[in-house]
């Protein structure tokens, strides 16, 4: 049981790069969603999925995609990398009406 | 608009004595209620739990409080001990059928350092 998989761990990206941020899960979670930490903003929702072939946006969508083709796994992509998406990405899983159980995350600088 | 924020960004407690965190949330729908704990360099780890029907519940050390009427929530952690300094995030959900059902809002984070 290896519980919420991210990779990669760290990743540079030049402006205009795209990329995919992978995420995998081994406990059966019908939940998956991607987070981003910024310094002083806590974590904020980018998309999730109540399950296979069921995505919806969250809180900061725009410049991602997901698609969710499986119960174990939930890829973002960046379409194409900004400045502005330098940040820590977090991928969680779990059961709705439970604590989710979080990756340790994906360290992404786009200069 | 911060739907949920912990106005602390810090705070300092002796190994022994009690950490009082604190959280507030403006979403009337938010009806579900969590704390995490984060080391650096790791994810965030899930700490304890309450539903907007309770106004207490504890898990070992840790107490979490919810004052509805408030709109506020607290973790305690009684005693602290070192190995407890980590930052701390309040998150929060709403009910089936609402909008924010499943999905989590954080709040910032609090930094507590606990000193030996």
């Known amino acids: 049981n290896a519980g919420v998989t991210q990779t990669p761990k760290f990743q540079v990206l030049k402006t205009g790069q795209s990329m995919t941020l992978q995420c995998a899960q081994d406990?059966?979670?019908?939940?998956m969603s991607w987070y981003r930490q910024d310094p002083g903003m806590g974590l904020r929702l980018i998309h999730y999925s109540v399950g296979a072939g069921i995505t919806d946006q969250g809180e900061v969508p725009n410049g991602y995609n997901v698609s969710r083709s499986t119960t174990e796994d939930f890829p973002l992509r960046l379409l194409s990398a900004a400045p502005s998406q330098t940040s820590v990405y977090f991928c969680?899983?779990?059961?709705?009406?439970?604590?989710?159980?979080f990756g340790s995350g994906t360290r992404l600088t786009v200069v | 608009d911060q739907q949920v924020k912990q106005n602390s960004p810090s705070l300092s407690v002796q190994e022994g004595r009690i950490s009082i965190l604190n959280c507030d949330y403006t979403n009337s729908m938010f009806d579900y209620f969590l704390w995490y704990k984060k080391y650096p360099a790791e994810g965030p780890t899930f700490l304890i739990s309450i539903s907007s029907i309770k106004d207490k519940n504890e898990d070992g050390r840790f107490t979490v409080f919810l004052n509805k009427s408030a709109k506020h929530l607290s973790l305690h952690i009684v005693p602290s001990q070192p190995g407890d300094s980590a930052v701390y995030f309040c998150?929060?959900?709403?009910?089936?059928?609402?909008?924010?059902?499943?999905?989590?809002?954080f709040g910032q984070g609090t930094i507590l350092t606990v000193h030996p």
């Open positions: 969680a899983s779990g059961f709705v009406g439970y604590g989710y159980t």
């Open positions: 998150a929060a959900s709403g009910n089936a059928g609402g909008t924010s059902y499943g999905k989590l809002t």
């Open positions: 406990m059966n979670h019908e939940y």
